[in-house]
């Protein structure tokens, strides 16, 4: 949620809260910054909107009828919005503004947001920008995982999914149907964990080998949590942690991409403006991750299961 639109909320609770009388819509433009700028009909709409995501987080808008207007009018009467005393210690006020910026993902972003919107209305001071913590540290949680929501959600809903996924240094890509326990991240990357069906046992997968979309399978509900189990020891032993040091032949602009030639073994001159690097790694997603941020100046040649895994990135992103 933009400043403004925080902004623009905010002063309108205010003005329906201070308010003896119902406001009508036009006085509500009047009186509410962000509003008188915009021309009848984005005024509508604008106003339709911040009413709804108002009510949505729990502030009660009220729509009464005025005797002396001719439109219905709205307030928020203080005794069906007032909340118990709301007493956060700096630390803790500062934890939940870091929160507020740890989603880069919208659909957790918008509710952090709201959180935060409701902490405001509620006279309760948040530390959005960092405070105590500093403004220098920034916490970011890379969700960029297509999986990501739909895990998110069925683990939520306590609901199995089924999913197409491709095995540690193997190009074969099977189904899965899984009961989730939970969605951790370790080390920058993100694992589902939860009961395999078709291998009767507790399963690690890791959501950038998800080759496809997540389908829910069976109602919500139906997924029960071992009381015992414990989810960050179980992605403690990960599936790559035997996989063997392999080699991509990368071929990469002349002149460029110094950082891939300073790691590589081995480097060939090409006679067509490209040279050809041999480059060693164990993961694949990251050796697609790092080749992708020099663009059109590398290319992967093979393995082949490296070569798509770059793709597939590459196809995200114009996505």
């Not at 036009?26 to 009848?40: F, L, S």
């Not at 490209?274 to 990251?286: G, I, K, N, Y």
Request: one cysteine or more; a neutral charge; proline letters at 5%.
């Amino acid at each position: 949620m933009s400043r403004r639109k925080t902004e623009r909320l905010l002063n309108l609770v205010i003005c329906l809260l201070a308010t003896r009388r119902p406001l009508s819509a036009e006085h509500i433009r009047q009186a509410v910054p962000g509003y008188d700028a915009a021309n009848d009909e984005a005024f509508q709409r604008m106003f339709e909107r911040d009413k709804n995501e108002l009510r949505e987080i729990g502030i009660p808008i009220e729509v009464q009828k005025d005797p002396w207007e001719e439109d219905p009018g709205y307030r928020i009467v203080r005794q069906a919005y007032e909340l118990p005393e709301i007493t956060l210690e700096p630390d803790e006020a500062a934890v939940v503004g870091l929160a507020a910026q740890v989603w880069q993902r919208a659909s957790l972003a918008e509710a952090a947001s709201g959180a935060l919107l409701k902490l405001r209305a509620g006279g309760v001071e948040t530390d959005e920008a960092g405070g105590m913590l500093g403004g220098a540290l920034e916490l970011r949680v890379d969700t960029r995982d297509p999986s990501f929501p739909a895990l998110w959600e069925a683990v939520r809903d306590r609901r199995a999914v089924r999913f197409p996924y491709r095995a540690a240094a193997s190009q074969s890509v099977l189904t899965r149907t899984v009961e989730p326990w939970g969605v951790v991240s370790r080390r920058g990357r993100w694992y589902v964990v939860g009961h395999d069906r078709d291998r009767g046992a507790a399963r690690v997968f890791r959501l950038s080998r998800i080759n496809g979309p997540v389908v829910p399978v069976g109602r919500p509900g139906t997924v029960v949590v071992p009381e015992d189990v414990d989810i960050k020891s179980m992605v403690g032993y990960r599936d790559d942690m035997t996989v063997q040091e392999r080699t991509a032949l990368i071929r990469v602009r002349e002149g460029t991409c110094q950082g891939l030639r300073q790691v590589a073994k081995a480097v060939r001159r090409g006679d067509d403006g490209w040279d050809e690097l041999d480059v060693d790694f164990t993961d694949t997603e990251r050796l697609a991750g790092w080749v992708v941020g020099f663009a059109a100046d590398a290319e992967v040649a093979g393995p082949p299961d490296a070569r798509e895994a770059v793709i597939c990135r590459l196809k995200g992103a114009l996505a």
